[in-house]
Every structure is written in structure tokens, then in C-alpha cells.
């Protein structure tokens, strides 16, 4: 008999918490219940790991995560099977690396910067009280965000035409630099949100009889790649009532902001409404 197990892989600000105050309060029952029933609730964002386990903390979870958009794969003691999947050990976590060390993005972008002639002011380099003035972290959350292992956030704010420009620059590196909700976010070009969830999806098909059907959650441009590569695609909506401009057929636009619509697809995933959201 063919068994199945469903994966969520979902984005985090804006999609499971709250784009504003970043709570996980809304979701936080439901995703409890999911893993309760054997569900995998994967979160896949620009965040880092240290970012991520505090979330998972704050949750009572522990799950395998995607992490700095797609740069690693990171998950529990003991998730993957070592014997068939190569990972790197850190503090007892799996690692699947797609990415490069951010020291390494780090010089690249440096050298897009002196072609530009200005900083991009990566977090790295900023004062971690700027960090969390800009963003309205706290200090800890704030120093977390700027400890990237595999890519650099930049607080610059420029003309969409002014990125767009620096777009072959960043290329000609090896990079890419994506928009997120409020900032830029640089990583190898070899990293995206749907190349690792692919990688995910190879791995569990590696070593697991069970069929993986996968769920996909984001709210932005830079959830394309992470919608584009799950079986059942869903795009909340902004904090400004409208959806992301996101090409994709098959895509169900779900009628809530950020965690309400999360909610709304937790909810028919539970069985508590009809399908439809
Ligand atoms: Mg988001």
C-alpha cells in the first residue's frame, strides 16, 4: 500500500508571521497540530538557521528547515539517513549545503559595490543597534540576522531601475541578488527556495517508501521559485490586501493577509473547511 506524507513548506514573514510585529501567535495552534498528525512543516525563508530555531523554539518544534533562501537544508539528529545522505554535522544538526559561506559572498559583493561606487549596506558590517532600529528587532534578534552563514541582507535604498542595473554586476560574481519584503538579500546564484526543495524531495525519495505531496506557502515575488516547485501552491495576501504578482497556473491565491491566510489552508489541510479557501 502507498503511503504519503505531506510536506508544508512555507515562507515566514508575511506568510506565517505577522509581516509587522513578526508573531507567530496566529499560526502557531495549527502548526502544532499538523506536526501532531505527521505532518512536515518546513519553513523555507531568507532567515537564518539561528533565526529559524528560535521561531521553532517559540513554536515547540523541531523540524528540518530551508534556510537564507534556499542556501542549506538543515534538520533534526538523525532526519536523514547518513548512510545514503552525505551531510555536514553542526552542533548535532544535518546539514545539506547548496550555498556558499557568506565570507565568500561577502568578498563577491565588495566587488560589486566598488563598481557601483557606494555601500549596499550589508547588515555584516552595520551596528547591530541600527540593525534592529531599521527593522524593529529586538538586539538579539537582531544580532541573529546579521550572523548569515551563506548570504548578506542589504538595507540599501535605491530605485527598483537603480537594482535592476546592478543586476549584471552581481551576476558576473556569481550572485544574485533577490528583493524581499523590505530588503535585498544577496546569495550564490546556485541557491534558490525551489532548487532546495527539489534537493529536499530527491533526498526523502532516497530513503523513505512514502510518496512526499507538498504544500507550498509564500507571499512575495521571492516565493516564485519555492511556489513553482510544490505540488499544491498558495499565495497569501499582503499586508496591503493584494497578491504578489506571481505568474503560475496553478497557483490558489488565498483570500487572508499573511497568517490568516495560513491559517485558512491549515485549516482545510485539518479538515475543519471545505476545500475551497
Ligand atoms: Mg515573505
Known amino acids: 500500500m502507498e503511503t504519503r506524507k505531506t510536506a508544508i513548506f512555507t515562507d515566514l514573514d508575511g506568510t506565517l508571521i505577522d509581516f509587522n510585529d513578526y508573531s507567530s501567535e496566529l499560526a502557531r495552534p495549527y502548526v502544532q497540530r499538523l506536526i501532531e498528525l505527521g505532518y512536515l512543516v518546513v519553513f523555507c525563508s531568507s532567515k537564518t538557521f539561528q533565526e529559524q530555531r528560535v521561531l521553532q523554539e517559540e513554536l515547540g518544534i523541531e523540524m528540518p528547515c530551508i534556510v537564507e533562501n534556499g542556501s542549506a537544508i538543515i534538520a533534526p539528529p538523525g532526519f536523514w539517513d547518513e548512510s545514503i545522505t552525505p551531510v ?3 552542533n548535532g544538526w544535518q546539514r545539506v549545503e547548496l550555498g556558499k559561506p557568506a565570507a565568500e559572498i561577502r568578498q563577491r559583493l565588495a566587488r560589486v559595490e566598488s563598481k557601483f561606487g557606494e555601500s549596499l549596506l550589508g547588515f555584516s558590517r552595520m551596528m547591530t543597534e541600527d540593525v534592529a532600529s531599521i527593522t524593529g528587532l529586538d538586539i538579539g534578534s537582531a544580532r541573529r540576522a546579521q550572523e548569515r552563514e551563506y548570504s548578506e541582507t542589504l538595507s540599501a535604498k535605491l530605485p527598483q531601475d537603480v537594482w535592476e542595473s546592478l543586476d549584471s554586476a552581481f551576476e558576473y560574481e556569481g550572485l544574485k541578488c533577490l528583493p524581499g519584503g523590505r530588503f535585498h538579500t544577496v546569495i550564490d ?3 534558490d527556495k525551489g532548487a532546495a526543495i527539489r534537493k529536499f524531495a530527491e533526498l526523502w525519495k532516497a530513503q523513505s517508501s512514502e510518496t512526499l505531496v507538498s ?10 521559485e519555492l511556489l513553482e516547485n510544490v505540488d499544491w501552491p498558495h ?3 499582503r499586508p496591503n490586501g493584494s ?3 506571481i505568474d503560475g497556473r496553478r497557483i490558489e491565491r488565498v483570500n487572508g493577509v499573511g497568517p490568516r491566510g495560513w491559517v485558512k489552508v491549515a485549516k482545510q489541510l485539518l479538515g475543519e473547511t471545505p476545500a475551497k479557501v
Request: proline share 0%; charged share 25%; aromatic share 10%.
Open 189 to 191: 546564484s546556485s541557491a
Open 243 to 245: 497578491w504578489a504578482g
Open 235 to 237: 499565495l497569501v495576501k
Open 215 to 224: 504544500f507550498g506557502l509564500g507571499d512575495s515575488e521571492n516565493d516564485q
Open 88 to 90: 555536514r554535522i553542526v
